[in-house]
Each structure stands twice: as C-alpha cells, then as structure tokens.
T-cell receptor, first 111, second 115 residues
Framework: DQQVKQNSPSLSVQEGRISILNCDYT??????FLWYKKYPAEGPTFLIS?????DKNEDGRFTVFLNKSAKHLSLHIVPSQPGDSAVYFC??????????FGAGTRLTVKP | DAGVIQSPRHEVTEMGQEVTLRCKPI?????LFWYRQTMMRGLELLIY????????DSGMPEDRFSAKMPNASFSTLKIQPSEPRDSAVYFC?????????????FGDGTRLSIL
C-alpha cells in the first residue's frame, strides 16, 4: 500500500534552470513531510521539511510547497546545479515515527 | 560526530544461510529504524525501536526476519534462512529525542545479495 507516491522515476534539467519534483500522498492523517536526497552508495540525507500548518518552507535554493487539499507536495530547486544530481525521496508521517517514503525520483542536472 | 554506522557494507551469501546486519546509531539518539530499499518498492520501514524497545514491527516481511536492540548503541537485523528475494539495500537510521517528526539520520546501508 503506497501511501506516498512519486510518479516520476526520473527528471532531467539543465544547469541553472528550475527542478520541480512532485509527490502525492493518500493518507489525510499525514501532518509532517520531508524531502531526503540520496547519492549513490550513501544513505539518504535530510534536506527540508514542512508541517501541515504551513504551505511553503524555504531554505536557500530549496523550497517545499504543500497543497493539503490536493494531497500534493513539491520540491523546487532554483537554480539547479550539477551537484544536485541525486535521488530525491519524499516522506510523510502522521504524528508518529512511522515515516512513509516514496519510491524516489532520480534528478539529473546537465551542465 | 560519527554518523550512523552500518556493517558490513556488502554481503554476498548463498540461499539458506543466516545473514546478520549490524547498526550503531548516533550517540544520544533514542529512536532506531531499519529500512529496506528495492527498485520496485523504494524505501520500506521494517521495524523501529524507541529506547531499545521494538515499537512497530508490522513492516517485517516474514518470520525469517528478526531484529534486536540489546543496548542503546547496537542493533541487529537477522535473516534466517535467507532467500534470493531478500536481496536489497538495508538501511539503518536513528533520530534524537524530542518527540515525533525528527528528521532521521541514515547510515550508508548494507547491500545484500543472496545467490
């Protein structure tokens, strides 16, 4: 039962442009959302999070948007850099430590 | 500070053998999580502990899988007997006290191949 879905397995963008990674969820009890970045042969590392009481959270080049009515969140990276090339995981939790992850989206930023 | 440490990094073994994966969480973290990553299902939570006590093991796929946390600085995930479909990358993660919604810190994983 995939409660968190990342429907795009891969995304390719040009350096300097915007990267938009999308995530959908089905459980209306989720109230905390996170994005993790993963490089090959390493574990995922925390990138940015957002609580359900907000609709936007920004940290430098990274912004996460939350649309609760649509059960959708997105991660924007502006401007994209080659070092951003990685797999990005969306995750969600419902006020506990049972965090559900999406299958990931592989981002490639071309120089 | 040292991050989450997992061993071994790679394990190749034959079907039917016992496999033991090890994890040392970050000192001071009181939550420990075991995940499995596959191409088809992404990252799946297998089990998590709080203060060395298993809280939710509903993600453990079968009785062949077991996990223990004998103390705050060590956990194991055991598969006995192993099967080819267990081949995956297994991650351990820990998070600090402070209630829920703490970002988890992941180890670099163990890549397990069952022949």
């Amino acid at each position: 039962d995939q409660q968190v879905k990342q429907n795009s397995p891969s995304l390719s963008v040009q350096e300097g442009r915007i990267s938009i990674l999308n995530c959908d969820y089905t459980n209306s009890m989720f109230d905390y959302f996170l994005w993790y970045k993963k490089y090959p042969a390493e574990g995922p590392t925390f990138l940015i999070s957002i609580s359900s009481i907000k609709d936007k959270n920004e940290d430098g080049r990274f912004t996460v948007f939350l649309n609760k009515s649509a059960k959708h969140l997105s991660l924007h990276i502006v401007p994209s850099q080659p070092g951003d090339s990685a797999v990005y995981f969306c995750a969600a939790s419902a006020g506990n430590n049972d965090m559900r992850f999406g299958a990931g989206t592989r981002l490639t930023v071309k120089p | 500070d040292a991050g989450v440490i997992q061993s071994p990094r790679h394990e190749v073994t034959e079907m039917g053998q016992e496999v033991t994966l090890r994890c040392k969480p970050i000192s001071g973290h009181d939550y420990l999580f075991w995940y499995r990553q596959t191409m088809m299902r992404g990252l799946e939570l297998l089990i998590y502990f709080n203060n060395n006590v298993p809280i939710d093991d509903s993600g453990m796929p079968e009785d062949r899988f077991s996990a223990k946390m004998p103390n705050a600085s060590f956990s194991t995930l055991k598969i006995q007997p192993s099967e080819p479909r267990d081949s995956a990358v297994y991650f351990c993660a820990s998070s600090p006290p402070g209630g829920v919604n703490q970002p988890q810190h992941f180890g670099d994983g163990t890549r397990l191949s069952i022949l």
